[in-house]
């Protein structure tokens, strides 16, 4: 996880900030400038040349997160390492069988529209089955049931457990963006 240090903070206007940030992690860090338009939408700019684009071009950057709590999980997660790209998004589930049992598995979904942890599990969630279940062979996913099926104990139903940034590669062919729309809601009992 990254400790984000503070170094400036210019108010453009009462409403309007660029913070500069320094984000450091072991021995490696980088420099981040976060433009704040009025508390509701933050902008993330890696470098000074993509910060002066946006005010001289309206070149939207590549990360712009609608909340604070958001664009902190997003920057104690940012990869420190030269060079641009989105973080992916890792899926975690669990199957869970008659005895309590669990298999715990994930799938990591590239992320180029840069869609939040939270963004994505509210997309997500209104496609469970009582907000939480799931079959994966639905939704094309892998099932996590590593042993032979016992019809005493076992079921087809996956839970969902939360969506996270990740810089690991991609394991779906699919974009998460396109993974939450194709999907369909599960039948409920």
């Given at each position: 996880?990254?400790?984000?240090?503070?170094?400036?903070?210019?108010?453009?206007?009462?409403?309007?900030?660029?913070?500069i940030l320094n984000l450091v992690r072991f021995e490696k860090s980088k420099q981040v400038y976060?433009?704040?338009?009025?508390?509701?939408?933050?902008?993330?700019?890696?470098?000074l040349v993509d910060l002066i684009r946006f005010f001289e071009l309206g070149k939207e950057p590549?990360?712009?997160?609608?909340?604070?709590?958001?664009?902190?999980?997003?920057?104690?997660?940012?990869?420190?390492?030269?060079?641009?790209?989105?973080?992916?998004?890792?899926?975690?589930?669990?199957?869970?069988?008659?005895?309590?049992?669990?298999?715990?598995?994930?799938?990591?979904?590239?992320?180029?529209?840069?869609?939040?942890?939270?963004?994505?599990?509210?997309?997500?969630?209104?496609?469970?089955?009582?907000?939480?279940?799931?079959?994966?062979?639905?939704?094309?996913?892998?099932?996590?049931?590593?042993?032979?099926?016992?019809?005493?104990?076992?079921?087809?139903?996956?839970?969902?457990?939360?969506?996270?940034?990740?810089?690991?590669?991609?394991?779906?062919?699919?974009?998460?963006?396109?993974?939450?729309?194709?999907?369909?809601?599960?039948?409920?009992?």
């Amino acid at each position: 996880m990254n400790q984000l240090i503070p170094i400036a903070t210019e108010y453009l206007t009462p409403s309007r900030t660029l913070e500069i940030l320094n984000l450091v992690r072991f021995e490696k860090s980088k420099q981040v400038y976060v433009y704040n338009y009025e508390g509701t939408q933050f902008r993330v700019f890696e470098s000074l040349v993509d910060l002066i684009r946006f005010f001289e071009l309206g070149k939207e950057p590549l990360y712009s997160f609608d909340s604070e709590e958001d664009l902190d999980e997003f920057l104690e997660q940012l990869p420190l390492k030269e060079g641009k790209r989105p973080l992916n998004l890792k899926l975690n589930y669990r199957y869970r069988d008659g005895a309590n049992y669990k298999q715990f598995g994930w799938v990591i979904f590239a992320n180029p529209n840069s869609l939040s942890p939270r963004e994505a599990s509210e997309k997500l969630k209104k496609k469970l089955i009582y907000s939480e279940y799931f079959v994966p062979q639905d939704w094309d996913l892998p099932k996590l049931q590593n042993h032979s099926y016992d019809p005493e104990i076992d079921h087809e139903w996956h839970e969902f457990e939360s969506f996270e940034w990740t810089d690991e590669e991609v394991m779906d062919k699919r974009e998460i963006s396109s993974f939450l729309h194709e999907i369909q809601k599960g039948y409920e009992i």
